[in-house]
């Protein structure tokens, strides 16, 4: 493998061993800015002017073969350069990608878009989707918490046998789900009455901000066990609140691929929208920027990678805002560019 850290008590050996890690470094940024450009293998030659290096063409050519042996370069055939692996891409974005200062004109561009954005939160969503798609010409995600998902409109208890209630909750947008609640003993049909009336004097018009953890009694005991049961499965079914899924662009990261069953897959997972969905999560509670190629666990994906910038309103986690593109993608300009319009898409609706 190579030592990227490398720990001696020899100064002249230290300082070789610190000079190779450097110049291997300088050598996947060249190969990767490369690639990106051009999606043509990169030769030696190529590193040495465009990385600066000094050392002879000879050892960068032993380096670059190093760094295939150790998995962070692949050689397509023989005669060829090199092009990077999901290796080589993931320590180009751990290393270097976060240090890029983004340019100033993509600062400007940002923050004049959302001074002349007017409109309801559908239409903001979709407009900042379009925004991140042509600053970077790959396709943009953005998964958004629908605020009426999570507000409870009217709950409804039903027996339906054998110890098993169904609980029916309506959403202030019009959304119905329905959860069986499993009890030893069998509620009287009185009783649901009884519970049903007492949970939605209490908590209608409640989201997961809002959800009592505990109610006072009814004063009846088989009433309150019912009435407890319920508000357990609400505050489940409310942590797991719905994000809606707006995929702009599809086709500019479909076009990035020859072969049709890629292309074919890749829009065929693009409509699956809790697939998606679930990866940002998933990306997020991990406080992943980036997943690449078979880091999703979609392997549909293997080629591509997904960056990713949450967004919030009010201090509150509110969706993300992310770039599909292949995994020969422009990091710095990714990672930049969701950064900068999903933290100015939070400020815009914070300010509505």
């Not at 007017?118 to 600053?135: F, M």
């Amino acid at each position: 493998m190579v030592d990227w850290t490398i720990t001696t008590n020899d100064s002249g050996a230290g300082r070789q061993g610190s000079d190779q890690v450097r110049r291997r470094k300088e050598i996947i940024r060249a190969v990767v800015d490369e690639y990106v450009k051009t999606a043509e293998p990169v030769g030696s030659a190529h590193v040495v002017r465009a990385s600066g290096l000094t050392a002879s063409p000879a050892t960068i050519r032993n380096d670059m073969a190093q760094l295939e042996q150790d998995g962070y370069l692949s050689q397509p055939h023989v005669s060829a350069g090199r092009v990077p692996t999901d290796k080589g891409y993931r320590y180009y974005v751990d290393q270097m990608a976060g240090s890029h200062v983004p340019d100033e004109g993509l600062f400007t561009n940002v923050q004049r878009f959302f001074q002349l954005l007017h409109g309801e939160l559908a239409q903001t969503l979709a407009a900042a989707s379009q925004l991140v798609s042509s600053l970077t010409q790959y396709t943009s995600i953005v998964t958004a918490v629908d605020p009426t998902s999570t507000l409870i409109k009217h709950i409804q208890l039903v027996d339906i046998g054998h110890g098993s209630v169904l609980m029916v909750v309506v959403g202030a947008s019009g959304k119905i789900d329905k959860f069986t609640i499993e009890f030893s003993d069998p509620p009287l049909e009185d009783q649901l009455v009884t519970a049903t009336n007492f949970l939605n004097s209490k908590i209608r018009n409640s989201g997961i901000e809002t959800l009592p953890r505990a109610l006072e009694s009814t004063g009846d005991f088989a009433v309150d066990v019912i009435v407890c049961k319920a508000l357990e499965q609400l505050g489940n079914t409310l942590a797991g609140s719905h994000e809606e899924l707006l995929v702009n662009a599809a086709s500019k990261t479909a076009s990035a691929f020859d072969a049709v069953e890629k292309v074919t897959k890749l829009l065929q997972t693009l409509e699956q929208e809790y697939l998606v969905v679930s990866l940002v999560k998933s990306m997020v509670s991990r406080r992943q920027a980036v997943s690449i190629g078979n880091e999703t666990g979609v392997e549909s994906l293997a080629d591509c990678a997904l960056v990713l910038a949450p967004f919030d309103v009010d201090g509150k986690r509110a969706g993300s805002i992310g770039i599909l593109g292949p995994s020969r993608m422009d990091y710095p300009l990714a990672l930049s560019t969701v950064t900068i319009v999903g933290e100015r898409l939070g400020q815009h609706l914070s300010e509505d």
